[in-house]
């Protein structure tokens, strides 16, 4: 057998399902690839002994024919999903050795299926971050290497402070690192401006955002609530459709979960896409759009033209509002949702004088600068005398944003085709030491989706000049993931498969 | 709109983020820097515009009033830093 962290999740299912290939034979194999990729920094905490006891169940599954949809099939998780008894931090000092007692909706979803945890994957702190550099547990290095640079040179910066080396984008940014790298299967993910899609988009893998609704966030740490979703990353469309599958469902612990039945994604996957009218949005034609991105999104047009879909302009005039609109609603509601770190329930603790010290002195060395500064920018758009003038009006622009859309799929479109991110990966150490707002920008594309609580693809579409992956953005009605799954697949076909980086790490 | 030295040690107080006097100008300064970005929104006409409050049109769900959690005591102290005879510890807060 060749080397069994080269299968797709949809492969190695039915390879399992076919008994050519036992779990435990593919569980060793991902252990392995991930324990000769420590520079990489993809996971944080890795579930070895957990992970053979579940594939030596799932074989016993397998052979009693009692598997379920992703019997035996080796995954990573977010470190933001709670997991009963294991590391479980989002990536902060502040819930320092914080194991819950409890499990998230989605992981429950997932071995509910049959999948096989392999550990907890890196992010950027609270998901506040887009290259994986907020991270308590330091940066994530993209498995594909820098323009021009040797896998000897590589190796050396993954050895020290990784400075140069592409980030994998964030804040899913181990997620996407990992499955890049062909460390797991596929992975969770979440994303709140983009955390899915553009990490995606930086590693030549597929991630979906589904929409506001689509999977319960029970269990997951929260951020900013109504702009958080769960999602997968895969290598293909066809297996991103099949994680967010057993992902999606409603749950009672989950009052803004939608309690509509989930289709069957992969079912989507290969379905014709003649007459679909899609939409190309004239404001994403930003000033200063590189060519490159420019000429990639024609061709995506093109491509879905051929197959048989229909390409029509269309405005969504807010679009340049959303990005600032987005930087007051989410620290606003960082800013409520991580009051809980105080000290003195779960995590760090850092004493003091009294009980105001103590959360004070709690929180300045528990937080990281990023997210320090986020709270900061939370607590004063809620303070008194300027809460109308900034949550409430941000809170108005968000209806006129997603006004936009609705007009625009009112009008007959069914899915929308941007670019997922401004430009290919950047370095480590590279954006955003003197102006956080210069950061931001990497989402620009993708945070009007989640303003609107839609869902959205990241589909590899083709390599920058300097050989580094780019890729488009589908958007899509609420709770028609299945369209975005037919598009992506046309995309994929048409771009070729992603060829993934051979491991120079390891 | 920006803000100032005084506004910054207030803004953090009301976080409950201990910031050093050293640490003021830093963050006097990414503040404004993202205040400056988001005055872009003031050009926005919202005249009669609902703020959003529900991204997705859903019902909220009804359940019955009755416990469905609870005798788990050893689980919710389990994480904390600081517990004794089932509770929570914190620094002297009644004088």
């Known amino acids: ?506 | 709109m920006s803000v100032d030295h005084t506004a910054v040690r207030r803004i953090a107080h009301l976080a409950r983020i201990a910031v050093s006097e050293a640490e003021v100008p830093h963050l006097q300064g990414e503040i404004n820097a993202i205040l400056a970005f988001v005055a872009e929104l003031d050009a926005v006409d919202v005249e009669g515009v609902e703020p959003m409050t529900s991204v997705i049109p859903m019902k909220l769900p009804m359940r019955e009033d009755i416990v469905t959690d609870g005798e788990i005591e050893p689980l919710i102290l389990a994480n904390a830093p600081l517990s004794e005879d089932g509770f929570f510890l914190v620094p002297k807060v009644v004088e």
């Open chain 1, 1 to 506: 057998m060749t080397d069994l962290t080269a299968l797709t999740l949809a492969e190695a299912r039915d390879a399992l399902k076919s008994r050519t290939l036992s779990s435990v034979e593919l569980t060793e194999a991902h252990l392995s690839a991930i324990e000769r990729a420590p520079g990489l920094n993809a996971f944080v905490a890795v579930t070895a002994d957990h992970a053979m006891e579940r594939a030596r169940a799932s074989d016993a599954r397998l052979a009693s024919g009692e598997a379920g949809p992703l019997e035996g099939l080796p995954i990573g998780v977010k470190d933001l999903y709670a997991t009963r008894g294991v590391h479980t931090q989002a990536c902060s000092h502040i819930l320092d050795g914080f194991k819950p007692p409890y499990e998230s909706t989605v992981t429950a979803n997932l071995w509910r299926d049959g999948a096989v945890m392999l550990g907890k994957l890196n992010m950027d702190e609270f998901a506040m971050g887009s290259s994986n550099e907020t991270s308590y547990y330091g940066p994530v290095a993209s498995p594909w290497l820098p323009p021009n640079w040797s896998a000897e040179r590589a190796r050396a910066a993954l050895g020290g402070d990784k400075r140069g080396l592409l980030t994998p984008g964030g804040s899913s940014g181990g997620s996407a690192s990992a499955v890049a790298a062909k460390l797991c299967l596929a992975a969770t993910a979440s994303d709140t401006g983009g955390s899915i899609r553009q990490p995606a988009a930086f590693t030549g893998t597929v991630g979906i955002k589904p929409t506001y609704g689509r999977c319960s966030r029970y269990g997951m740490v929260a951020f900013a609530s109504s702009l958080d979703q769960a999602g997968p990353i895969a290598r293909t469309v066809r297996d991103a459709a099949i994680m967010l599958r057993t992902m999606a469902g409603a749950d009672p612990k989950d009052s803004t979960c939608a309690d509509s039945p989930v289709p069957d994604y992969e079912a989507a996957v290969g379905r014709s896409a003649r007459g679909l009218t899609i939409g190309v949005p004239r404001e994403y034609r930003m000033d200063g759009m590189s060519g490159e991105i420019e000429a990639l999104w024609t061709r995506g047009a093109e491509w879905l033209r051929a197959a048989g879909a229909r390409i029509v302009d269309v405005s969504l005039p807010h679009t340049r509002y959303a990005l600032p609109a987005y930087y007051i609603v989410a620290p606003a509601e960082a800013s409520s949702n991580l009051a809980r770190y105080d000290g003195v329930r779960y995590g760090l603790r850092e004493p003091g004088a009294d009980i105001t010290d103590l959360y004070e002195n709690t929180r300045a060395k528990g937080f990281g600068a990023e997210v320090r500064r986020r709270l900061m920018i939370g607590t004063y758009v809620l303070s008194a005398g300027y809460y109308d003038a900034y949550y409430v009006r941000a809170q108005k622009i968000r209806t006129l944003i997603k006004r936009d859309f609705e007009a625009v799929f009112a009008a007959g479109v069914d899915a929308i085709l941007t670019p997922a991110t401004p430009s290919a990966a950047f370095g480590i150490g590279e954006k955003g030491s003197a102006d956080p707002v210069e950061m931001y920008l990497n989402d620009v594309f993708t945070v009007t989706v989640n303003m609107a609580g839609l869902p959205g693809l990241a589909a590899p579409a083709g390599l920058s000049a300097e050989g580094l992956p780019l890729a488009l953005q589908l958007i899509g009605r609420p709770f028609d993931e299945e369209t975005l799954f037919t598009l992506g697949e046309a995309i994929e076909q048409s771009a070729g498969r992603m060829r993934l980086p051979d491991p120079w790490w390891a």
